[in-house]
């Protein structure tokens, strides 16, 4: 596993797509349990697109952001198709730091993301199970089901300045 990358830094810290320490954080991830083995595991881990890849700090979160030009599934608008927390600050907080840096990179985009309730723990609120329920106190909201079945959440600027 690789360290901390800046001991004097605090928040959010922008690094390239292959960085070790983002790379250990999101072999963690749910999204990344397809392996097939035998075959090494890419170098790069957010894929095609313009890119903005974030590590705290104390190297215990990651969070990347991906516009891409063209996709398959209709969608538009700026991914967060990585967000782990393993420890330091509440995720929520987190994720609205990592909101305003991908903002300034990606200027009134709609954020969109995928969560599969079945890797996800759901968080009980009003007695109902909630997935990914640090987005939604981030201010984003449930728009529709995969047909994959995962749930896609989307955030706008206005939603969360209002």
Known sequence: MNGQPDLLAEGWLEVLDGNPTARDL????YSNRYRV?????????????????????D???VCSWRKADIRQD???GVECNIFRRE??????DLLRAAMVRAWHRFPGERFFTFVDPREVKPTWR???PTWGHCFYQAGWR???????RLHILECMPAWVTA
């Open 26 to 29: 999101f072999a963690r991830h």
């Open 37 to 57: 083995p035998g075959r090494k595991q890419p170098r790069l881990i957010i894929g095609p697109g313009f890119k903005l890849l974030l590590i705290t700090a």
């Open 126 to 128: 009003a007695s109902r």
């Open 87 to 92: 420890g330091g600050e509440l995720a929520t």
């Open 59 to 61: 190297a215990l979160s």
């Open 142 to 148: 449930f728009c529709g089901i995969t047909k994959k």
């Open 74 to 76: 209709g969608q538009t």
